[in-house]
T-cell receptor, first 115, second 112 residues
Framework: GAVVSQHPSRVICKSGTSVKIECRSLDFQATTMFWYRQFPKQSLMLMATSNEGSKATYEQGVEKDKFLINHASLTLSTLTVTSAHPEDSSFYIC???????????FGPGTRLLVL | AQSVTQPDIHITVSEGASLELRCNYSYGATPYLFWYVQSPGQGLQLLLKYFSGDTLVQGIKGFEAEFKRSQSSFNLRKPSVHWSDAAEYFCAVGEDDYKLSFGAGTTVTVRA
């Protein structure tokens, strides 16, 4: 149990376009989902926390208009990178937890390359 | 603010040898501590976690970790390493609401 999927696994897009990444909890209901960004050979940096049915909470320095997060259901959260630029190229990882003091389960990540 | 330090960027170990990965944390209250493993291009898999109770925690794949409050450490160990253990290992500390802060990671290379 506790499987989290992400789609797509990798995406290449042109500069200026928008890209949507989906995060799904396959076998449990996730009241909270998290979005992380990981640069090559570096650790994960938390971008935002998303609770089902409410607005996401963004970490300091993360542009909420740039990285739109929607958590419309208990099994799906989406991250949209708007007007992507090459510096947005990165590995984006989501995680999900059932709620309360539960463990986070991580998705396999999405590799974004902006040309 | 919480922070996590993994002093070793890269460790090389022979197959069958023991492995210890260091993790030190800074946190004002009782921490929630985690070790995750990441294979190349993959997401993170939870190896083990500590919330309270017994300070020696057993995890998956033969890993264990010991919480030492006096040293603010949560080191990961495995008695005998397999080639499949080659990966990136991350230590993390959680806030009360479980927002995780990760260390920079330690790359483990296993030589035959």
């Amino acid at each position: 149990g506790a499987v989290v999927s992400q789609h797509p696994s990798r995406v290449i897009c042109k500069s200026g376009t928008s890209v949507k990444i989906e995060c799904r909890s396959l076998d449990f209901q996730a009241t909270t989902m998290f979005w992380y960004r990981q640069f090559p050979k570096q650790s994960l940096m938390l971008m935002a926390t998303s609770n089902e049915g409410s607005k996401a909470t963004y970490e300091q320095g993360v542009e909420k208009d740039k990285f739109l997060i929607n958590h419309a259901s208990l099994t799906l959260s989406t991250l949209t990178v708007t007007s992507a630029h090459p510096e947005d190229s990165s590995f984006y990882i989501c995680s999900a937890r059932r709620g309360g003091r539960e463990t986070q389960y991580f998705g396999p990540g999405t590799r974004l390359l902006v040309l | 603010a919480q922070s996590v330090t993994q002093p070793d960027i890269h460790i090389t170990v022979s197959e069958g040898a023991s492995l210890e990965l260091r993790c030190n944390y800074s946190y004002g209250a009782t921490p929630y501590l985690f070790w995750y493993v990441q294979s190349p291009g993959q997401g993170l898999q939870l190896l083990l976690k500590y919330f309270s109770g017994d300070t020696l925690v057993q995890g998956i794949k033969g890993f264990e970790a010991e919480f030492k409050r006096s040293q603010s450490s949560f080191n990961l160990r495995k008695p005998s390493v397999h080639w499949s253990d080659a990966a990136e290992y991350f230590c993390a500390v959680g806030e009360d609401d479980y927002k995780l802060s990760f260390g920079a990671g330690t790359t483990v290379t296993v030589r035959a």
